[in-house]
């Protein structure tokens, strides 16, 4: 074989390896794009769930406040997203672990798949807050009522329209209140548990 010949052949060789690395890089780099892809999506895995305790209800203004009541999630890898899903208006399913709070006495907290298909999931609680921090009064489905008389809140917040995950907001087809923003602004404000040392968790 003359040297021509054999300078084309190591040429050929050399183009067939560069063309095997990049197709390997830009497999692995495509993977990489997949699992990417894949951890946005998911947000929750199978299985998982969160059983609230009294101190996982703190202070109203170290949730995140979003149109005027605020959230959390006991779960701090979800947290960023109950909080954009809230900031977006609220279409679309919560994460486990997620915290809702209209006031300082009340709260929702979304639980594993299965858990209570007829609430979506959600766990309603009925609080008392004082300066020593919160006691869990009652907790559970269709039988927690809310403080303001108006029913169970499992049947109040059943109203909302499906894509908002039985979260009520005014334009989410929930009936009103029977109390005014007046009322609602004082109770958050006059929350009296100690704040956190750390600060809020957003």
């Not at 997203?81 to 672990?97: F, I, K, N, Q, W």
């Not at 009925?126 to 009064?137: F, K, M, R, Y």
């Not at 403080?147 to 005014?170: I, K, M, N, T, Y």
């Amino acid at each position: 074989m003359g040297d021509r010949s054999r300078w084309q052949t190591a040429a050929s060789l050399a183009v067939g390896a560069a063309a095997f690395v990049a197709g390997c890089a830009g497999s692995a780099e495509r993977q990489a794009d997949q699992r990417q892809a894949a951890a946005r999506t998911t947000t929750t895995a199978p299985g998982e769930d969160v059983v609230a305790e009294a101190d996982d209800f703190i202070h109203v203004d170290d949730m995140v406040a979003v149109r005027g009541f605020y959230v959390n999630n006991l779960l701090p890898e979800h947290l960023d997203e109950t909080v954009a899903l809230a900031r977006s208006g609220g279409a679309g399913t919560y994460p486990v672990g997620t915290v809702i709070q209209l006031i300082p006495q009340e709260a929702m907290v979304k639980r594993r798949a299965g858990f209570d298909p007829s609430s979506n999931d959600w766990e309603f609680f009925e609080l008392d807050v004082s300066a020593e921090g919160t006691e869990i009064h009652n907790r559970g489905g269709a039988e927690i009522v809310n403080r303001f008389g108006s029913g169970s809140c499992s049947s109040c917040h059943s109203q909302a329209d499906p894509q908002f995950d039985f979260v009520c907001e005014d334009t989410h087809g929930c009936e009103p209140l029977p109390v005014g923003d007046d009322l609602i602004e004082g109770l958050q404000a006059s929350d009296p548990r100690p704040r956190l040392a750390s600060g809020p968790v957003g």
